[in-house]
């Protein structure tokens, strides 16, 4: 079995800036694709930001220019670091990953706990 742990997060005034991090553990596992969702207060979960094994990334376009999605793969590790931040920022980010078990043929998707992310004065 595999278990994401989210690190980071809490309350930031506006225009500043925060790191999450995302590490999973367990044994016998290779992760494909790392990603980070968020969901707002009373809105539906939504895709922010991906990381590919090969180390390419795509970003929604609420957060390009301002997010940053890295990977450390000796460590299990995907972090994003969040500059310029806005209230509309605002909500659980939650970490995915694609990971495929050893012994199996097909990945599959884990999530982290959640964490919070506050944008205030």
């Known amino acids: 079995q595999v278990q994401l742990v989210e690190s980071g997060g809490g309350l930031v005034q506006p225009g500043g800036s925060l790191r999450l991090s995302c590490q999973a553990s367990?044994?016998?596992?290779?992760?494909?694709?790392m990603a980070w969702y968020r969901q707002a207060p009373g809105k539906e979960r939504e895709w922010v930001a991906l990381?590919?094994?090969?180390?390419?990334?795509n970003y929604a376009a609420s957060v390009k220019g301002r997010f940053t999605i890295s990977r450390d793969n000796a460590k299990n590790t995907v972090g994003r670091q969040m500059n310029s931040l806005k209230p509309d920022d605002t909500a659980v980010y939650y970490c995915k990953m694609n990971v495929r078990l050893a012994g199996t043929v097909w990945a599959t998707s884990y999530w982290g706990q959640g964490t919070q992310v506050t944008v205030s004065l």
């Open positions: 990381i590919t094994t090969d180390g390419n990334t």
């Open positions: 367990g044994n016998g596992f290779s992760i494909h694709d």
